[in-house]
């Protein structure tokens, strides 16, 4: 079964302050992972997709980076509208490549304070 | 920007009542996708639809569940008989063809509350 760990569960910075959210996951053959944002009572908004370890992308203030376990998203300089929950998920191959379900984490609550 | 619309977006309901939760997925998609969020919970995988039918469904996504694609544009979810623990957030998203270089587009979520 897909299991997906974000921590901290909560992370309150001031803003400026640089820090880094964890993603460890585990899955039997990872298709892509996705960082998502999501704002009180909103859907997920997409952020990032990464395919294999080792791949880094970034926008913005945001980094995200792979590795065969876990992911980090990294947040530098951070401001009063980063404030949100981040969620990571999995997407697994699956038998007959029709799964396409994503396998999210609880998220992490960043706020940011000015 | 295209986006995938979700109504209502709040729905009280009686336990045992039948409810509809309906979405508007982003145009050219042809993987449409339920999810739901109890709260304070993480968000789960309910069902998946493509080429008008069911491509994968959860446990959760029992009898009592069911996802139709009505007409071009719509895709509703039912929930026959509700129940207490079915209060929850739902979700519906789409993607271009289900494929994890093209991500799943979130709608604004119908909140759904059973007493």
């Known amino acids: 079964e897909d299991q997906v760990t974000q921590s901290p569960e909560a992370l309150r910075l001031q803003e400026g302050e640089s820090s880094s959210l964890n993603c460890s996951y585990t899955?039997?053959?990872?298709?892509?992972l996705f960082w998502y944002r999501q704002d009180p009572g909103k859907g997920p908004e997409f952020l990032f997709t990464?395919?294999?370890?080792?791949e880094e992308k970034e926008k913005e203030r945001l980094k995200a980076t792979l590795t065969k376990k876990e992911s980090f998203l990294h947040i530098t300089a951070p401001k009063p509208e980063d404030s949100a929950t981040y969620l990571c998920?999995?997407?697994?191959w699956g038998s007959g490549g029709s799964n396409y379900k994503l396998t999210f984490g609880k998220g992490t609550l960043l706020t940011v304070n000015p | 920007e295209p986006e995938v619309t979700q109504t209502p977006s709040h729905q009280v309901t009686q336990m045992g009542q039948e409810v509809i939760l309906r979405c508007v997925p982003i145009s050219n998609h042809l993987y449409f996708y339920w999810y739901r969020q109890i709260l304070g919970q993480k968000v789960e995988f309910l069902v998946s639809?493509?080429?008008?039918?069911?491509?994968?469904k959860s446990e959760i996504f029992d009898d009592q569940f069911s996802v139709e694609r009505p007409d071009g544009s719509n895709f509703t979810l039912k929930i026959r008989s509700t129940k207490l623990e079915d209060s929850a957030m739902y979700f519906c998203?789409?993607?271009?063809?289900?494929?994890?270089?093209?991500?799943?587009?979130f709608g604004p979520g119908t909140r759904l509350t059973v007493l």
């Open positions: 990464l395919y294999s370890a080792g």
């Open positions: 899955v039997s053959g990872l298709r892509g």
């Open positions: 639809f493509y080429n008008n039918e069911i491509s994968e």
């Open positions: 998203a789409s993607n271009l063809d289900g494929s994890s270089y093209n991500e799943q587009f």
């Open positions: 998920a999995v997407q697994a």
